[in-house]
């Protein structure tokens, strides 16, 4: 965390201090909410959401949308508990390379029927998230894989402890620090900014534009997959409408974030700040003895409150056509 | 001179989209070190032949040969591996990227084993330094692109060019948002990339500018090339005749002055950023011209009248009472109307038939005075609809298989004729068209100025909002320029030359000019040619 400190933006610091100061409030009423043992639960339950959240971003930063991100990680989830199922003999390897295989296929399907086709990134994954649904139907045949059925070694990924922290949280970590790797240090990372920003740039300046799109989903359905195996793993249950409509936390927690739903903007910072808002909210509520009836309604008036707040310090910056001061300065430096 | 062998030939190029055959036979040469004009009038098909060049677009016919070996690029970055670099008319960039980073984009330098290659922040900062710095541009290669403007935006363009060893730059209209300063810059960067053995490849319409750097030219009409030679050989008057194919005053209707009372007055129309000051009557049957380089403010203040700007402060009258303009819908039913610009993205909508783009207005339109009923009680008469569409298509000479034609499939200047039908719906008592002939060929032109010159002769007054300056000057009884959001010069139709407009509209007229933080760089603009070569 201290490397992304330094680069650490004014709209950052300001969603970092409305969480310090929700924490800090509840904290009051509460003390129990400042205790390390509930922030490392805080973290815990939003590591799945930060892994999800990471993918989202990059589909977002292409100007596109992926809806269908809770149905593949239902579906992988599914496929993943059925294999576990029928090899009681899989190891730990082979059930997160096989989530992350199912994942990033469903995701290239998306990335697939977007670039092939030219069909909008809404309409697609609004299609996928009710096909992957369905599949999952298919897949289990309606039935519920329970606790006993879920294979040992899934069941045990989240409670595992590495160095002192929950496995997931390093999970997460790890996938945090890869999509920062790739969008800060790698071309391709560099490029879903700028195909995001100006599309018909892109092009102009030889970016193979469907190569990168195709990468976003099918990170995105990576992320998804692999959030599947920890999700079944972590609540022990596979069944069909697991996570349904958890896209939708995803993608408030990225705007929440500042990354722009319009693409080209967005960074990971704030992203797993966005994702650290809606944990220390959902985990506040109960804490604060809010009714759980109240708690979505509350947990859902808040993030359209800090997404108008964010609009407005994201609207556009008016032109600047009238000479001022400013300008004046910079050509006196100039000289 | 001619000794050289071409370095890049274009024999016989076709292009076709859909109904409209944009390019229909182009023929040129690339010398290394010297500059040739492309000449031709918008619509001519000098964009189209822009975009082959740089691979965005295929050719239907023909052969674009580079050292004598015919090419075919698969893609944008196959045509700037080949070394043809253009710097756009738009800048095309990315906002939200950094100078270095839109000057590197698709080919940053890398480091590291293989496998972790990752980008070398460090390396492509310097790099793009040193590109900026020698087309003079004052800035930091690490600036956001978004705090920049226009002229410095196309120095990153130049400095990408160079950066990129290119062996062929087109420079699309680079300078229609320069101010004078800043054009003489540019020559001097024009002179640098021909002595380094760069091909140049010029598009431009104005022609002190091609006098002053080009060595050949190269006239396209309708998508085809009329004329080439040696500029030293030419003169103004044979290249406008070769670019429009007729003479100009056949283009332009004879608009009389017929002005009747003043009709609209505008008075310290004031912006916090954008424009201030603006004071100006409109009168009944006339045509008020607004010049001025791209980004003056104009559409600004036009966006201020229809209510589509907030923040505005000013006083308005229509008839001598003083008119409140929160919304569109004040302004529409005070009887104003708004073509905008950009036709495609503000104005028409493509899927839609010519009919419901005409009826958009009149049906969803407050309930404006002369506002054509469409309606029977709650529901609406489809009758009307087509009979407002029929009387308008044969109004304004529509060119369309029929009303129910998606608009996507006409021309562009029938598009833009429906744009404006769609207006005169409402039955207008004033009409502002803002560029209303960009990006369509002669012909439609010519039917949007007879257009224009029918409706004030019914009364209608019209403010014409154009970077054109030869339509300004035939079709305006008065035209006001502005330059960086200010009224600078007022002339009467006839009163001026060409030259006096540009200069008032550029800033060379003297006394207090405003001068861009770019300009102060001016001479490291010159200085740059010697060492590029090393």
């Known amino acids: 965390m201290k490397h992304t400190a330094a680069f650490i933006s004014r709209r950052d610091g300001v969603l970092l201090a409305i969480i310090a100061v929700v924490a800090i409030a509840v904290g009051l009423r509460a003390p129990v909410f400042l205790t390390l043992r509930n922030a490392l639960d805080i973290a815990n339950d939003s590591a799945i959401l930060a892994i999800l959240v990471m993918g989202q971003m990059l589909v977002l930063l292409t100007r596109g949308v992926d809806l269908s991100a809770a149905s593949n990680l239902a579906l992988t989830g599914m496929l993943c508990a059925l294999a576990g199922r029928a090899w009681p003999g899989l190891p730990l390897p082979a059930l997160l390379a096989l989530a992350a295989v199912i994942g990033a296929l469903l995701g290239a399907v998306n990335g697939v029927l977007i670039t092939a086709f030219s069909l909008p990134p809404i309409v697609v994954t609004l299609g996928t998230l009710s096909a992957y649904r369905g599949a999952i139907f298919l897949a289990s045949g309606g039935a519920w894989i329970s606790d006993h059925q879920i294979h040992p070694l899934i069941k045990g990924l989240p409670r595992e402890t590495w160095l002192g922290l929950p496995a997931l949280l390093w999970l997460a970590l790890l996938a945090v620090a890869a999509t920062a790797w790739l969008l800060r240090w790698r071309r391709e990372g560099r490029e879903l900014y700028a195909l995001g920003g100006n599309p018909s740039a892109a092009t102009y300046a030889g970016i193979p534009v469907n190569r990168r799109v195709m990468t976003a989903y099918t990170l995105s359905g990576l992320f998804a997959g692999i959030s599947g195996l920890l999700w079944v793993g972590r609540y022990s249950i596979a069944f069909t409408e697991l996570a349904a409509g958890y896209e939708l936390t995803v993608i408030a927690a990225c705007v929440i974030g500042g990354v722009s739903i319009a693409g080209g903007i967005g960074s990971v910072t704030g992203a797993v700040l966005g994702v650290l808002f809606i944990g220390v909210v959902n985990g506040a509520l109960p804490v604060i003895q809010v009714s759980p009836f109240w708690q979505q309604a509350i947990a859902g008036a808040v993030i359209l409150f800090s997404v108008a707040l964010n609009a407005r310090s994201q609207a556009r910056g008016v032109r600047q056509i009238l000479e001022t001061k400013h300008t004046a300065v910079t050509a006196g430096v100039a000289a | ?534």
């Open chain 2, 1 to 534: 001179m001619n000794a050289s062998p071409p370095l890049l030939s274009l024999r016989g190029l076709h292009k076709r989209f859909g109904p409209t055959h944009a390019l229909r036979g182009v023929d040129l040469e690339l010398v290394p070190g010297q500059a040739l004009a492309l000449i031709g009038e918008n619509g001519a098909g000098k964009s189209t032949l822009v975009k082959l060049l740089t691979g965005v677009y295929a050719p239907d016919e023909g052969q674009i040969l580079l050292d004598g070996q015919p090419l075919r690029f698969a893609n944008a970055q196959a045509a700037q591996a080949a070394g043809i670099v253009a710097v756009h008319q738009e800048t095309v960039m990315f906002d939200e990227l950094s100078a270095a980073e839109n000057i590197f984009i698709g080919r940053q330098p890398m480091k590291g084993p293989r496998g972790f290659r990752v980008i070398d922040w460090a390396r492509m900062n310097r790099e793009a330094q040193q590109a900026l710095d020698q087309v003079g541009a004052g800035f930091a290669a690490t600036t956001p692109v978004r705090q920049l403007s226009l002229a410095q935006r196309h120095l990153i363009e130049i400095a990408r060019a160079l950066s990129q060893q290119a062996r062929v730059v087109i420079l699309d209209e680079p300078t229609a948002a320069l101010s004078q300063a800043e054009i003489r810059d540019f020559y001097g960067i024009v002179q640098g990339l021909k002595s380094r053995g760069v091909a140049v490849l010029f598009i431009t319409h104005k022609f002190d500018e091609i006098f002053a750097v080009c060595d050949r030219y190269v006239v396209l009409r309708d998508g085809a090339s009329v004329g080439s030679g040696a500029m030293d050989k030419a003169n103004e008057q044979q290249l406008v005749a070769l670019m429009a194919g007729r003479k100009i005053e056949d283009i332009y209707p004879h608009v009389p002055d017929q002005r009747g009372e003043v009709l609209l007055q505008v008075r310290g129309l004031s912006h916090p950023t954008e424009f201030d000051g603006l004071d100006f009557e409109l009168h009944r049957g006339e045509i008020l011209g607004f010049y001025g380089l791209v980004g003056a403010g104009r559409s600004e203040a036009m966006l201020a009248l229809m209510g589509l700007n907030p923040g505005v402060t000013g006083n308005v009258k229509l008839d001598g009472k003083t008119l409140k303009i929160n919304e569109p819908a004040d302004a529409i039913c005070a009887g104003l109307a708004y073509v905008p610009e950009e036709r495609q993205r503000q104005g028409g909508i493509l899927p839609f038939s010519v009919m419901h783009n005409i009826s958009l207005a009149a049906l969803a339109g407050p309930r404006a005075a002369g506002n054509e009923r469409l309606s029977r009680g709650p529901w609406l008469s489809h009758a009307r609809e087509q009979s407002l569409a029929a009387r308008m298509i044969e109004r304004l000479r529509i060119k369309c298989a029929g009303a129910e034609t998606p608009l996507s499939g006409l021309s562009g200047g029938n598009q833009q004729k429906v744009v404006i039908a769609k207006w005169l719906g409402l039955n207008p008592r004033i009409v502002i068209l803002d560029e209303p002939t960009k990006g369509i060929d002669v012909g439609a032109k010519q039917a949007v100025y007879q257009l224009i010159a029918e409706m004030v002769a019914q009364g209608l007054a019209v403010i014409l909002v154009s970077s054109e300056l030869p339509e300004v000057m035939h079709l305006a009884h008065r035209t006001i320029v502005m330059r960086r959001g200010l009224q600078v010069a007022e002339f009467a139709r006839g009163e001026a030359d060409a030259e006096a407009i540009v200069a008032a509209a550029s800033g060379l007229d003297g006394g207090n000019a405003p001068r861009q933080a770019l300009s102060a760089s001016a001479h490291a603009g010159k200085a740059y040619t010697p060492e590029l070569a090393a």
